[in-house]
T-cell receptor, first 116, second 111 residues
Framework: GAVVSQHPSRVICKSGTSVKIECRSL??????MFWYRQFPKQSLMLMAT?????????EQGVEKDKFLINHASLTLSTLTVTSAHPEDSSFYIC????????????FGQGTRLTVV | GEDVEQSLFLSVREGDSSVINCTYT??????LYWYKQEPGAGLQLLTY?????DMKQDQRLTVLLNKKDKHLSLRIADTQTGDSAIYFC???????????FGTGTKLQVIP
């Protein structure tokens, strides 16, 4: 199957700083990427849908100014957690699909963010 | 709404079969997935089934899909201790868009 690479896998940052998480599709062009968040012992919740070359679509309750998403190319989407707080500590996972084709979704390995 | 429901916990003995059930809501979903997540790790795609199929078998895994009842199940034959993890079913509501995850079932395999 196709490969989606997410980096970093783990990051610890101080409160008030910003953290950037990258999601790359390595062997296919992803017209759309999705960002999910998973709290401990809970399911994955969709945060936003990232479309190449246009603004991301955020789910209800997700602050777009806090979680900045950029999808500048067909192989890269980034999620920046701005002014991070301890409550932002979570597991973030990206997913990529080629929406012009009927394919399954491919997921990155996830990023464990800890804000101290 | 887009609620995908699973039972929270399942305990089986090593060597037995495990059956994890899932109920989804969107009849237009094209792909239905089963993912495995081990503690502290990302998602591992185990298998998926296209909505025009009733069953898919892949080694120890068997997926059954009942579209009428919107019910999906994952059967793991000869369950091993390494199968202990959280299993998520997921659907693609609306066909080609985002993946919506179930609540997850924690599988505990007793040696």
């Amino acid at each position: 199957g196709a490969v989606v690479s997410q980096h970093p896998s783990r990051v610890i940052c101080k409160s008030g700083t910003s953290v950037k998480i990258e999601c790359r599709s390595l062997d296919f062009q992803a017209t759309t990427m999705f960002w999910y968040r998973q709290f401990p012992k809970q399911s994955l919740m969709l945060m936003a849908t990232s479309n190449e070359g246009s603004k991301a679509t955020y789910e209800q309750g997700v602050e777009k100014d806090k979680f900045l998403i950029n999808h500048a190319s067909l192989t890269l989407s980034t999620l920046t957690v701005t002014s991070a707080h301890p409550e932002d500590s979570s597991f973030y996972i990206c997913s990529a699909r080629v929406l012009t084709q009927n394919t399954e979704a491919f997921f990155g390995q996830g990023t464990r963010l800890t804000v101290v | 709404g887009e609620d995908v429901e699973q039972s929270l916990f399942l305990s089986v003995r090593e060597g037995d079969s495990s059956v994890i059930n899932c109920t989804y809501t969107d009849s237009s979903s094209t792909y239905l997935y089963w993912y495995k997540q081990e503690p502290g790790a990302g998602l591992q795609l185990l298998t998926y089934i296209f909505s025009n199929m009733d069953m898919k078998q892949d080694q120890r895994l068997t997926v059954l899909l009942n579209k009428k009842d919107k019910h999906l199940s994952l059967r793991i034959a000869d369950t091993q201790t390494g199968d202990s993890a959280i299993y998520f079913c997921a659907e693609t509501p609306g066909g080609y868009q985002k993946v919506t995850f179930g609540t997850g079932t924690k599988l505990q395999v007793i040696p």
